[in-house]
């Protein structure tokens, strides 16, 4: 099975480039793409969906990866710790907004659907229990906004009822529909968007695990 990893920053790559025998291969339209060992290559797409999408397209017809995992980091609606991790269950486009037009809030009309659900859902989360570290599953709104506690986050709170929001993740979820190619995702908490006065994003704590967790999904991964 050939594996695409996308990731939205280059930082978020680096620890998987000291695996034994990871290298470059390309940079295509400003995408860097790296083989991480043999069946995994990995790309930085940059951040937001339109890069993503880009990003996708390029891995697939590029390398023709029979799964697209897509990893990174990603605020919470909810309490949690930085770092905790999250199994993506479905993405939604929290920005897609046609209602204007009889659309419900959310629907992709190319597709006709809100929801992307992931691939292969249960076999994932056996993955993940093999792996040893504690998880949750849950929704993950998409759009280009960096969400911060205001009026707008409680609105997308309020009418998508997601774990997660992020930037990338239904982006990629809606290129790998569209191309026939299976996508799951896993994410680890950056920043909780309702729990500080003062707003607090951890980078560097939300990657801790996240790539080390990611490759024994990988080595777990039964489809």
Known sequence: MK???????????????????????????????YQIREGVIACAGGVGKV????????????????????????????????????????????????SNIGDPVGFVSTVNTISFPTAEFEKAKAAMDKVGMPYRTGLVASGDWFAVDCDRARWIQKTFDPLLCEMEGCAIAQVCLRNGVKFMSLKSVSDCLFE????????????????????????NLEL
Do not use: W
């Open 3 to 33: 594996i695409g990893l996308i990731y939205a920053m280059t930082l978020e790559i680096e620890s998987l480039l000291t695996q034994q025998n990871a290298q470059p291969l390309q940079t295509v339209a400003g995408v860097p793409f």
């Open 196 to 219: 500080n006065d003062d707003f607090y994003f951890n980078f560097p704590t939300a990657m801790k695990d996240l790539n080390r967790v990611v490759v024994q999904f990988m080595d």
């Open 51 to 98: 890069n993503a999408a880009m990003a996708t397209q390029l891995m697939i017809s590029l390398y023709q990866p029979d799964l697209i995992l897509n990893a990174g980091v990603a605020g919470c609606f909810e309490h949690a710790e930085i770092g905790d991790l999250v199994l993506a269950e479905a993405f939604i486009q929290h920005d897609m907004d046609t």
